[in-house]
């Protein structure tokens, strides 16, 4: 965080494209990206960014504006970038904004119509307390890489993931790694690897169930007490409804895991306490609605939710909190307010919208259309890192007419927007840090100021809905409305206080505002019990229904099948995605791409930093390959390499990692999208790999995001590397620009 808040990349005071500040919305929208900035005064910006948002209102109306902050901008609950965009333009009349998240979309949809919202479920996540208690048999479905456990949204107070596994392991929970990849669970957990082929954990959990329900070994009681539908399912399990029975063999030919330690394993599971982790990367896969409720299914069978240290799990290493025993108190963070516009796309689907104004798409049983977006207003996230398919994406930026972004840095975003409004960091401001999945309440004090013109998120807002006002656009004092007479300091000192009134309601004496500035840190008191999801449901579930239909676990559900889907019967089922190693295309591209979280970053944030280039080889984001798969191509350990498909190309360097599986390659995503433009522009010579994911939806379900079922080829670089340039300033005309012409 130091080494960046001064460096080549921080953005020094507003700044408009060149060909935007001569031409407007008129401009040539192909040069974003290419172009030099000129830098303005905060004035000139501001009128310009009002001018624009009220073009935009006034021609086409609120939802021609896609608000699209999405990311992990500030661990703040005052300075929350999402927080005060969408505040502001609730205020302003609403807009288009997005649903879900890109790391557990399929998840959240799915989870309502079997079990419950997934918020609620991760609050009441069993712990790794329970489960160490339990010494249960811990099976990880698609791992639980420790780099991922390092932070939660809102911030952490003490990082324990890593500990809380080491004591299960130490109290005799034992660990199954079912992935790709050896080293998705930590070594020190001393687990079993069932290496896996990418997207096939559908049909392994249905060959598990199979040999349940064949062998005998479910649990009826509880199917028949606490589920409904299991009697729509098992003719499909069995093969009775389509002459496929969901056995070993079967499954042995899609996932690549022999018959017999199949059905072993499934032995092993009905013998003791197990505890089904499901990563959250399996919901990033084509259908990765079906892998979420199948393994709430095989819970299910097994008959242990509800009680301690067995059941289902939510992406345990997912984050820090998940798996805490830790109290909990829902912190005040700034109100957003009301949209007064319904019109929304899925997270994922903004390259589908900006292409396809007016077109139909579903989502969750409903029929919508895109909108028609005019103008997108970007503050914290990075588009062009966590979405797919950056060419596709790139294209699509090009119909927007305005693009404003308020960053700190020169990130891919903000070099492709048309005013760049430059803003401060966490160390520039104070705030107040938490998270729901966190006990500790953080006074995060201002230690330097802000660099050059930087301003704070809602001072930008204040001065733009002053503007606005100043023009009579708004029928009430709109600067007021947005800021509601506070300061900075006020909003944090009313902010703390609701926290304090709520922390009464469960149990929690936070101390006076002035006390709790002095210490600095406030640490909830953790519950007495362990946790355990579903406890009160286990226990009784009549007086303790679940929000379903049927107040019960549903594996088949009959809002689902009405849905009309002809590849969503109703209950889970296994559909081979259209890229994995056992498709037609894997002739042609023969190599499963995972990408995953980096382990020096969170996402692409601070990708400029000292930290997070010292694991590039060679500048290049890594990418790993099993030595047999890169020694069949002529590859070197350390070569610079050229990952490629038909959506496009990015360079890496080789590592080996023979803990992999082979026609796997995995790659940490957050690099920052640096074209090549001399040489391949669809090509990115920095390492982002999101120029080969797919751009597609995991189904009409949840229309989220399907980046993990990809299918590229790698080959040696033949041609002279070009020079990473993303982490130099893009070219700044050397002219200030103080007044309007």
């Given at each position: 965080?130091?080494?960046?808040?001064?460096?080549?990349?921080?953005?020094?005071?507003?700044?408009?494209?060149?060909?935007?500040?001569?031409?407007?919305?008129?401009?040539?929208?192909?040069?974003?990206?290419?172009?030099?900035?000129?830098?303005?005064?905060?004035?000139?910006?501001?009128?310009l960014a009002a001018q624009e948002l009220n073009r935009v209102r006034d021609a086409f109306g609120n939802n021609a504006i896609y608000a699209?902050?999405?990311?992990?901008?500030?661990?703040?609950?005052?300075?929350?970038?999402?927080?005060?965009?969408?505040?502001?333009?609730n205020l302003f009349g609403g807009c288009t904004t997005s649903r879900d998240s890109y790391s557990y979309a399929a998840a959240e949809v799915i989870l309502p119509h079997i079990v419950g919202p997934m918020a609620e479920l991760l609050r009441e996540h069993t712990s790794w307390r329970s489960i160490a208690e339990t010494g249960s048999k811990v099976i990880a479905f698609g791992g639980m890489a420790a780099r991922n456990s390092q932070m939660n949204s809102g911030g952490v107070g003490r990082h324990s993931q890593a500990e809380d596994m080491s004591a299960a392991r130490k109290a005799g929970a034992e660990f199954i790694n079912i992935s790709p990849s050896n080293s998705d669970v930590s070594g020190e957990l001393d687990s079993e690897w069932i290496p896996i082929h990418p997207n096939t954990d559908?049909?392994?959990?249905?060959?598990l169930a199979h040999t349940l329900f064949v062998e005998n070994l479910h649990d009826r009681v509880f199917l028949k007490s606490h589920c409904t539908g299991f009697e729509q399912f098992h003719p499909y399990l069995t093969g009775e409804t389509d002459g496929t029975p969901k056995d070993a063999n079967w499954a042995a030919a899609v996932t690549g895991i022999p018959a017999a330690r199949i059905i072993s394993l499934a032995r092993e599971m009905a013998a003791g306490p197990t505890f089904l982790n499901g990563s959250w990367s399996l919901t990033r896969q084509q259908n990765g609605e079906q892998a979420i409720w199948m393994l709430v299914v095989l819970a299910a069978m097994l008959g242990g939710i509800g009680k301690p240290g067995t059941g289902f799990g939510l992406g345990l290493g997912a984050v820090n909190g998940i798996g805490s025993d830790r109290g909990y108190l829902p912190w005040a963070a700034l109100p957003a307010g009301r949209n007064p516009k319904s019109s929304f796309i899925p997270v994922s689907r903004i390259a589908d919208m900006l292409l396809n104004p007016g077109e139909k798409f579903r989502y969750n049983g409903g029929e919508y259309a895109y909108p028609d977006v005019r103008l997108v207003y970007w503050v914290g996230g990075n588009p062009f890192h966590h979405h797919q398919d950056i060419n596709r994406l790139i294209k699509a930026w090009q119909n927007i007419e305005t693009v404003i972004v308020?960053?700190?840095?020169?990130?891919?975003?903000?070099?492709?927007?048309?005013?760049?409004?430059?803003?401060?960091?966490?160390?520039?401001?104070?705030?107040?840090?938490?998270?729901?999945?966190?006990?500790?309440?953080v006074a995060m004090q201002q230690v330097a100021e802000p660099f050059a013109m930087a301003q704070n998120d809602h001072d930008i807002f204040a001065a733009l809905a002053r503007r606005m006002t100043a023009k009579g656009k708004s029928g009430t004092n709109f600067e007021q409305a947005f800021t509601s007479g506070r300061s900075e300091a006020e909003w944090l000192r009313h902010l703390y206080e609701e926290s304090r009134e709520r922390g009464k309601e469960f149990g929690h004496d936070l101390p006076d505002y002035e006390s709790f500035l002095v210490s600095g840190i406030y640490k909830l008191r953790p519950p007495a019990e362990p946790t355990v999801m579903l406890k009160s449901f286990r226990?009784?579930?009549?007086?303790?229904?679940?929000?379903?239909?049927?107040?019960?676990?549903?594996?088949?559900?009959?809002?689902?099948?009405?849905?009309?889907?002809?590849?969503?019967?109703?209950?889970?089922?296994?559909?081979?995605?259209?890229?994995?190693?056992?498709?037609?295309?894997?002739?042609?591209?023969?190599?499963?791409?995972?990408?995953?979280?980096?382990?020096?970053r969170l996402h692409s944030q601070l990708?400029?930093?000292?930290?997070?280039?010292?694991?590039?080889?060679?500048?290049?984001?890594?990418?790993?390959?099993?030595?047999?798969?890169?020694?069949?191509?002529?590859?070197?350990?350390?070569?610079?390499?050229?990952?490629?498909?038909?959506?496009g190309a990015c360079l890496s360097a080789a590592q080996f990692d023979a803990g992999l599986l082979r026609g796997v390659i995995m790659m940490a995503t957050g690099a920052w999208y640096d074209p090549d433009l001399e040489n391949e522009p669809e090509c990115c010579k920095h390492g982002n790999p999101n120029l080969l994911t797919r751009d597609a939806p995991t189904s009409d379900i949840a229309s989220g995001p399907s980046a993990l079922t990809c299918l590229v080829d790698i080959e040696r670089l033949q041609r002279e590397a070009p020079a990473v340039t993303i982490h130099e300033a893009p070219p700044i005309a050397n002219i200030s620009r103080d007044a309007p012409d």
């Open positions: 965080m130091i080494d960046t808040r001064t460096g080549p990349c921080r953005i020094r005071q507003p700044m408009i494209r060149r060909g935007f500040l001569e031409d407007g919305p008129d401009s040539d929208r192909k040069a974003r990206g290419r172009e030099e900035f000129v830098p303005v005064s905060w004035d000139i910006a501001l009128d699209g902050s999405y990311g992990w901008a500030s661990a703040g609950r005052f300075h929350h970038a999402q927080s005060q965009l969408r505040r502001f333009m559908t049909a392994l959990m249905l060959a308020h960053d700190p840095f020169w990130t891919p975003t903000a070099r492709h927007a048309d005013i760049v409004l430059p803003t401060t960091v966490p160390l520039e401001r104070s705030d107040l840090a938490a998270s729901t999945r966190d006990d500790h309440l226990t009784d579930p009549v007086e303790n229904p679940l929000p379903t239909p049927s107040g019960r676990i549903e594996i088949f559900s009959e809002i689902i099948a009405a849905f009309g889907l002809a590849d969503n019967p109703g209950h889970p089922n296994w559909q081979a995605p259209d890229e994995w190693l056992g498709a037609s295309l894997a002739d042609k591209y023969p190599l499963h791409l995972i990408t995953h979280q980096p382990s020096r990708d400029q930093s000292a930290h997070s280039r010292a694991g590039k080889i060679k500048g290049r984001e890594p990418c790993r390959i099993h030595p047999d798969d890169a020694r069949a191509r002529g590859i070197a350990e350390g070569d610079l390499v050229r990952l490629f498909n038909d959506r």
